[in-house]
């Protein structure tokens, strides 16, 4: 089974610039969940969706928002990026039936860079 | 609330030796634990997780963790380290009604040769 896929790997925004991220998880999955990693407050729940509805969303500005659609790949977008925005953004997709106990699979991340 | 502390940011260890990585949770409600690994520039890879089923859990690699509810510590232990287990090691803490992975700082473990 091919694993979860992030795109794009790298990348490279100014400030006030606007950026969407993609994932697309296991194939079967249901539910995908992202993660914020910075070296300054490490790793952050950003938010998870599960078949096409946000179930739980963590504490960051309104600036940051996804989506999901009916394949269960997801989408993530910044806007009016700022500099500490720079980070690692992880994707994980998890199979959906048992919530907490559930196995998130993560991806290899997206890096933004904002300049 | 829930939190996990992580007991040193950095661990150096000889190859060969014992492998300890501590970490303590706080949960206001029974938690649910888990480590993960993650190589340079790569995600995060799951070793083992506690799901209430046995306070004792082994998990992939030869790594294992032992749920200690007095204690409110979930150590990750190896008997024997090899140089491949150098790595940044995460515990996380998840509870009912919620997938989302509240995660510790993380720990830098190096294996000396």
């Known amino acids: 089974k091919a694993g979860v896929t992030q795109t794009p790997r790298y990348l490279i925004k100014t400030r006030g610039q606007q950026v969407t991220l993609s994932c697309s998880p296991i194939s079967g999955h249901r539910s995908v969940s992202w993660y914020q990693q910075t070296p300054g407050q490490g790793l952050q729940f950003l938010f998870e969706?599960?078949?096409?509805?946000?179930?739980n969303k963590g504490n960051f500005p309104g600036r940051f928002s996804g989506r999901q659609f009916s394949n269960s790949r997801s989408e993530m977008n910044v806007s009016t990026l700022e500099l500490g925005d720079s980070a690692l953004y992880l994707c994980a997709s998890s199979s959906g039936t048992r919530e907490a106990t559930d196995t998130q699979y993560f991806g290899p991340g997206t890096r933004l860079t904002v300049l | 609330a829930q939190s996990v502390t992580q007991l040193g940011s950095h661990v150096s260890v000889s190859e060969g030796a014992l492998v300890l990585l501590r970490c303590n949770y706080s949960s206001s409600v029974p938690p649910y634990l888990f480590w993960y690994v993650q190589y340079p520039n790569q995600g995060l890879q799951l070793l083992l997780k506690y799901t209430s089923a046995a306070t004792l859990v082994k998990g992939i690699n030869g790594f294992e963790a032992e749920f200690k509810k007095s204690e409110t510590s979930f150590h990750l232990t190896k008997p024997s380290a090899h140089m491949s287990d150098a790595a940044e090691y995460f515990c996380a803490v998840s509870s009912t009604g919620r997938r989302a992975l509240t995660f510790g700082s993380g720990t830098r473990l190096q294996v000396q040769p």
């Open positions: 969706y599960f078949s096409e509805t946000q179930r």
